[in-house]
């Protein structure tokens, strides 16, 4: 089985400010692992995924995110938050059956001026 | 290329009534998903279609969620009678693959469930 922890629900951070969004999974196979984004009104959209290779990953919009297998962790960055990143952000895994997709709390970011 | 489309967008219906949901995957994409997020929790699997077989129903909660996904096409969700437990943003998304290595999800905007 496979699970999803992201460290905080709510994070405001500042116009221009580093964005960071923490990420930490369990999973029994070597993860597959998702960071997708909500903006108002609109489906989940995916930002970035890693499933083999690299470790740092980079996505749409600026964003990256480093696996470390070690740390078990799979966080989110972008150096300077624009205010239309402003949205619900999701960590997810799929497991060993491939299908599924098992999500974390989610993290809604606020950006102020 | 359309994406995923969901209809309706909202729903409210009284506990004890019936609502029907349904999902447009992306044409072509064989493998269709249903989810679910109640408020406050997290997104949650419900089941997964591949063309008009339920693959994987592990994530229903109770039998009075029917998932249907006739021709392999279009998908609909059935909660008869609703509860207010029920209430939430049921999310479908499409694949054109299952397999780990290449799985990409694509998500409607979602039916936004209120049971009252």
């Known amino acids: 089985a496979q699970s999803v922890t992201q460290l905080g629900s709510h994070v405001s951070v500042s116009e221009g400010a580093l964005v960071l969004l923490r990420c930490n999974y369990s999973?029994?196979?070597?993860?597959?692992l998702f960071w997708y984004v909500q903006y108002p009104n609109q489906g989940l959209q995916l930002l970035l995924k890693y499933t083999t290779g690299a470790t740092l990953v980079k996505g749409i919009n600026g964003f990256e995110a480093e696996f470390k297998k070690s740390e078990t962790s799979f966080h989110l960055t972008k150096p300077s938050a624009h205010m239309s990143d402003a949205a619900e952000y999701f960590c997810?895994?799929?497991?060993?059956?491939?299908?599924?997709?098992?999500f974390g709390g989610g993290t809604r970011v606020l950006v102020k001026p | 290329e359309a994406g995923v489309t969901q209809f309706p967008s909202h729903s409210v219906i009284e506990k004890g009534q019936t609502v029907t949901l349904r999902c447009d995957p992306i044409?072509?994409?064989?493998?269709l998903y249903w989810y679910r997020r109640v408020m406050g929790k997290e997104i949650k699997f419900l089941l997964h279609?591949?063309?008009?077989?339920?693959?994987?129903e592990s994530g229903m909660p109770n039998n009075r969620f029917l998932a249907e996904r006739t021709g392999g096409t279009y998908s609909t969700l059935k909660v008869q009678p609703a509860e207010l437990e029920d209430s939430g943003v049921y999310f479908c998304?499409?694949?054109?693959?299952?397999?780990?290595?290449?799985?990409?999800?694509?998500f409607g905007p979602g039916t936004r469930l209120t049971v009252t």
């Open positions: 044409s072509g994409h064989d493998n």
């Open positions: 997810a895994v799929i497991g060993a059956a491939g299908n599924k997709l098992t």
């Open positions: 279609f591949v063309k008009e077989s339920k693959q994987d």
């Open positions: 999973s029994s196979v070597p993860p597959y």
């Open positions: 998304a499409s694949s054109q693959v299952s397999s780990r290595r290449s799985h990409e999800q694509y």
